[in-house]
């Protein structure tokens, strides 16, 4: 198993950015998919970005395509959501996750992932 810790949420202006991180600790980091979710008040849990193992592969919701960028450095453990051009609308709790690394294909469904973070808040406001 893994254990994953977000950081790096707070309040923001619309228009302004801000880095998301996921440390993880536990098992090789290497060995995992790496997904962001977000859940607004009173809306269900949605796919924001995923990173396969290698970093090579990224896949972002049509929401934030072209604003927010996945990233990972396995040598520190950590993942990275940057997220630029903020709307209201995105203001949520943000997740992360983790499941293994041969299953990428499925990186929006959130069933499929089997480790979560305790989320992070992220607050515009317009």
């Known amino acids: 198993q893994v254990q994953l810790v977000e950081s790096g949420g707070g309040l923001v202006q619309a228009g302004g950015s801000l880095r998301l991180s996921c440390a993880a600790s536990?098992?090789?980091?290497?060995?995992?998919?790496i997904g962001w979710f977000r859940q607004a008040p009173g809306k269900e849990r949605e796919f924001v970005a995923a990173?396969?193992?290698?970093?090579?592969?990224?896949n972002y919701a049509d929401s934030v395509k072209g604003r927010f960028t996945i990233s990972r450095d396995n040598a520190e453990n950590t993942v990275y959501l940057q997220m630029n051009s903020l709307k209201s609308e995105d203001t949520a709790v943000y997740y992360c996750?983790?499941?293994?690394?041969?299953?990428?294909?499925?990186?929006?469904?959130?069933?499929?992932?089997?480790?979560w973070g305790q989320g992070t808040q992220v607050t515009v406001s317009s």
């Open positions: 536990g098992r090789t980091f290497s060995n995992y998919v």
């Open positions: 996750a983790a499941k293994g690394r041969y299953y990428y294909s499925t990186y929006y469904d959130a069933g499929g992932y089997h480790n």
């Open positions: 990173i396969n193992w290698s970093a090579s592969t990224t």
